[in-house]
């Protein structure tokens, strides 16, 4: 209908043509330039170093975390499922805010943590358990319908011929799960790169070491570098949409595999 | 007007009915399996009660019943699936109770074959052997031959998701093989397959077990399943059986009203039992005594098996059973034929269906007439028809009166 | 079928189960409920009076003002722009429909902060048309209209995803039945389609609200973070943090979370409707 073409052009359309016209207007050496200057490289490292390590943390706490819930019946379970969903829902000014709050020297968590020399605000660590925080429900939410349609029968199967327990969640469960694992980590990892309100708190930005790409971004804006946080936001493009198409791809193998039967 | 059929009387079903001597194509006396007073609760649901059984070495058994009737939680407290509240179970002496599900070396075939989805077909077969740690030539050459054995030599490649159902239930036969399993069971393995396929792999199993002679226990509900693939039936109810036997002799010797009225289709007509007689309707018919099974009862007007108080206490309301091919449809009376009118004819596969209203027992019966019976009295709708009953069955007692 | 579930062939040692559970209940205490705790601990930590000023602080009420604002403008357009959307892609086929769905995908692939900067890049004082905005003395960034629109981008995803599905599994015969009857286009809309994604929709609604309500990095990037004028609750729980007043941050961040939470059961209240129609 007319009125969505109209809404979608000028709310998306045009502020991404935008984008185009900005990246037209430097050469490809500037924008090469650009996207890799000594900061912006450093702040992949973080960036994309600290998602990788939340998102595998996810997937094997997650997983724990699906089985219990499809698995398992015990009190609280129902509230568990429901807490599961906080992450997501919490404004991300409010999980930074706490997270800081929790993992301070003087924090309800971070006490525990300064007798052992640990620590996690103003460090990558502290960056990468925001982000942790921030995943938690995605690899829960995509793991979780495959547990529950996973028939007993196949489980009763490799029982009967022969397969211990262990040998049953290895060969056969697992593998039957690996589609959604990694579509759950491609999600809770494309979320955690883009990820600014939650981590500013607990990063310090202290450039080199804290810096997340999104705020190297807001930095460059802010001082009308807008050609430096053009750059910067391609490259942050081009990767979103490189795990966007890897988790429809996920998506479509997830379906043939589980096919007709 | 007094008919003479050939009678023959009920004995109760006996609780601990024992086999008899196997027929399966080896020739084993000895029982492999042994199950002894085996009762399985569901809360307050009786999955079984105090259930016994052998099946000898070889042979080919089919547990057949309603659903309900607890040949499923039989067969999977023999895969080591359930275990039993009470009662043993032993295969090859060894006892089951000491052993778990992965030690126990059955295979076991399920409805909806329950294939690995991400392994190929070689791999599925494999499973057995891989979780065994055997070595890679030795699963080979397994794998091969059971490919071979279930004729899908060039799908070894494929995945599950690629096949149809009938080759999906051969790779899932084929799987349960592998590890030479004592015992075979199969829980519906035909359910979930168009009747083509069914029909084509029953015979399929039927030579497989000719050649291969593994001792096979299958679930079904499907009568014509079990009488087709199996040696010996034993027929379920609400997790006691009813009988077991060859199929011929559970058919032609129901042990009760249970199972004739499950098996095949059967005119039911409401009786009263008096000494010596049954009367239904307006009609009598003389009582026999049955002889042992497998005999067939002598006609005559002998005293019933109905128990003597009973008798004395004059009619007794019970059920005269016929199977449609026992009643005989003429269009002439003879000595003991009752006036019926023709309902309906329907031509089925294996001959004529008809359809009688018979005024003097007040309700209607059907009658199977083979083709050539049935083209020579040349029958249409409305004829008037005389019947008379080759056999028909009283049972003592009837504990079952609400089975289907 | 029973379920095997409780026999040993195909469950785990109870011992197992156990440390199971108990590492998934750590793991989702120390990472999730702690830090929500904490904020609601920290904000009282100075007692109820000192929440409650925080609370009515003139900046924080012009804070929440804004932020009910632009929640107000972007979700009606969103819902408006969903319900048009999900109606076209379920019923009809047209040439770039499914461009249009991956379109609507959008907002939630990229980073806020991105959203933010497109805002930026175009309409901001060296942006395409900064200038030209300057030279009319219009403020888009650094204003209320800058953060009314990166709101609206952020959140225009979640009424349209809730709906085409459920458009889609719901199918047109309804509709059409009514406009055989003679129903007009609006009036099928109204009597017919209305009543039958109504729950869809509320869910959306919430969804969107919260989010609308909750956005920080966009929003960010275009407000300017002037005080008073273009601050959201968000923006202004990281300016009281900045300046150490952690107190009152708390206090503000206990709103949003009261919100957050709200918003939560709200949408598993409406999602077991949603199953049940």
């Known amino acids: ?261 | 007007m007094t008919i003479h059929p050939a009678m023959s009387t009920a004995h109760t079903p006996r609780p601990t009915a024992k086999a008899t001597a196997g027929s399966g194509a080896s020739g084993e006396a000895a029982p492999l399996i042994e199950v002894r007073g085996l009762t399985k609760r569901f809360g307050t649901f009786h999955a079984l009660d105090d259930v016994s059984l052998s099946v000898p070495g070889g042979g080919l058994l089919a547990l057949l019943g309603p659903s309900g009737s607890g040949k499923t939680t039989l067969l999977r407290i023999l895969a080591g699936l359930e275990h039993p509240d009470s009662g043993s179970a032993m295969i090859d002496g060894t006892d089951l109770a000491a052993q778990s599900a992965r030690q126990r070396n059955v295979g076991l075939v399920f409805q909806h074959y329950a294939l690995f989805r991400h392994l190929d077909v070689y791999e599925n077969i494999a499973f057995a052997l891989r979780v065994r740690k055997r070595p890679a030539a030795e699963v080979d050459a397994r794998v091969r031959e059971l490919l071979a054995l279930i004729q899908l030599e060039s799908l070894g490649r494929r995945l599950p998701a690629q096949l149809s159902g009938g080759q999906r239930q051969r790779v899932a036969l084929a799987r349960a093989l592998a590890a030479r399993p004592r015992v075979l069971l199969l829980d519906e393995p035909f359910g979930a397959l168009d009747a083509q396929v069914r029909a084509e792999l029953r015979g399929w199993l039927r030579r497989l077990h000719d050649e291969i002679h593994l001792t096979t226990v299958f679930v079904t509900h499907d009568q014509d399943e079990a009488f087709e693939v199996a040696d010996r039936v034993v027929v379920m109810n609400r997790g006691k059986i009813e009988q077991i036997g060859a199929p011929a002799d559970v058919f032609e010797h129901p042990a009760n009203d249970f199972v004739m009225r499950f098996l095949g289709h059967v005119n039911v007509l409401d009786a009263e039992l008096l000494d010596g007689y049954a009367k239904i309707g307006d009609i009598t018919i003389a009582l026999g005594r049955g002889g042992a099974d497998g005999e067939p009862p002598a006609p005559g007007p002998y005293r019933t098996a109905v128990t003597a108080s009973v008798i004395a206490q004059g009619d007794v309301r019970s059920r005269v059973y016929v199977r449609p091919h026992d009643v005989d449809v003429a269009r002439t009376a003879t000595t003991g034929a009752f006036a019926a009118q023709v309902v309906r004819v329907t031509p089925l596969s294996g001959g004529l269906k008809i359809e009688l209203a018979v005024p003097s027992i007040g309700s209607r019966m059907r009658a199977d007439l083979d083709w050539e019976r049935g083209s020579a009295l040349g029958l249409r709708n409305g004829d008037d028809v005389f019947l008379s009953l080759r056999r028909a069955r009283v049972f003592a007692q009837e504990a079952h009166t609400a089975a289907s | 079928m029973i379920s095997a579930r409780n026999i040993e062939a195909t469950s785990e040692p109870a011992w197992v189960r156990r440390i199971i559970i108990a590492v998934a209940i750590a793991f989702v205490g120390l990472f999730v409920v702690v830090p929500v705790a904490a904020v609601f601990g920290e904000a009282l930590r100075a007692g109820l009076a000192a929440y409650g000023r925080a609370i009515v602080d003139p900046v924080a009420l012009s804070a929440i003002k804004l932020t009910f604002v632009a929640a107000g403008i972007a979700v009606p357009l969103n819902v408006v722009f969903g319900i048009a959307a999900s109606w076209a892609i379920a019923r009809f086929k047209f040439p770039g429909r499914s461009v249009l769905i991956t379109l609507i995908d959008l907002p939630l692939a990229v980073s806020p902060v991105i959203a933010g900067m497109v805002f930026v890049l175009l309409f901001g004082k060296q942006g395409l048309v900064g200038p030209w905005l300057s030279d009319h003395g219009i403020k888009v960034i650094f204003a209320l209209p800058g953060i009314v629109l990166a709101t609206t981008f952020v959140t225009f995803p979640f009424v349209a995803r809730e709906l085409i599905p459920l458009m889609e599994a719901q199918g047109a015969e309804e509709e059409e039945a009514a406009i055989v009857l003679g129903a007009t286009g609006l009036q099928t809309f109204l009597r017919v389609t209305l009543p039958k994604i109504k729950w869809g929709l509320l869910y959306g609604i919430v969804l969107c609200t919260a989010r609308a309500m909750g956005e920080f990095g966009a929003v960010s990037v275009v407000s300017g973070h002037i005080r008073g004028r273009t601050n959201t609750l968000p923006l202004h729980v990281e300016i009281l943090y900045n300046e150490y007043e952690y107190q009152a941050a708390f206090a503000v961040a206990s709103l949003l979370a009261i919100l957050a939470l709200a918003s939560l059961v709200a949408r598993r209240v409406i999602a077991r409707r949603v199953e049940t129609t």
Do not use: C
Not at chain 1, 25 to 35: F, V
Not at chain 1, 97 to 122: D, S
Not at chain 1, 156 to 185: D, H, K, N, S, Y
């Open chain 1, 1 to 261: 209908m007319g009125y969505t073409l109209v809404y979608l052009s000028l709310l998306v359309l045009i502020p991404l043509a935008t984008l185009v016209v900005m990246t037209a207007r430097l050469s490809p050496g500037e924008l090469w330039a650009l996207a890799i200057s000594e900061r912006a490289m450093a702040s992949y490292r973080v960036t994309f170093g600290a998602s990788f390590i939340a998102a595998l943390v996810n997937v094997v706490f997650g997983t724990l975390l699906a089985w219990a819930l499809v698995r398992y019946r015990f009190v609280g379970r129902s509230l568990l499922d429901a807490i599961v969903d906080i992450p997501f829902a919490l404004p991300t000014a409010v999980s930074g805010l706490a997270l800081t709050a929790v993992l301070a020297p003087n924090g309800w968590i971070g006490r525990f943590l300064e007798p052992l020399g640990i620590k996690a605000v103003f460090t990558p660590l502290g960056i990468t358990l925001a982000l942790t925080f921030i995943g938690l429900p995605f690899v829960v939410r995509t793991v979780q319908p495959v547990l529950e349609e996973l028939e007993p029968e196949i489980e009763e199967a490799a029982a009967v011929l022969g397969a211990t327990r262990w040998q049953t969640l290895t060969r056969v469960i697992v593998p039957t799960m690996t589609p959604a694992l990694l579509t759950g980590f491609a999600l809770a990892f494309a979320r955690a790169i883009g990820e600014y309100g939650s981590v500013v708190f607990i990063s310090g930005n202290k450039q080199f070491e804290t810096e997340i790409t999104p705020l190297l971004i807001m930095t460059r804006l802010e001082q009308f570098d807008y050609a430096g946080a053009t750059a910067l936001g391609l490259v942050m493009l081009v990767v979103s949409f490189a795990m966007l198409l890897a988790i429809n791809g996920l998506g479509a193998w997830a379906r043939r595999r589980a096919g007709q039967t």
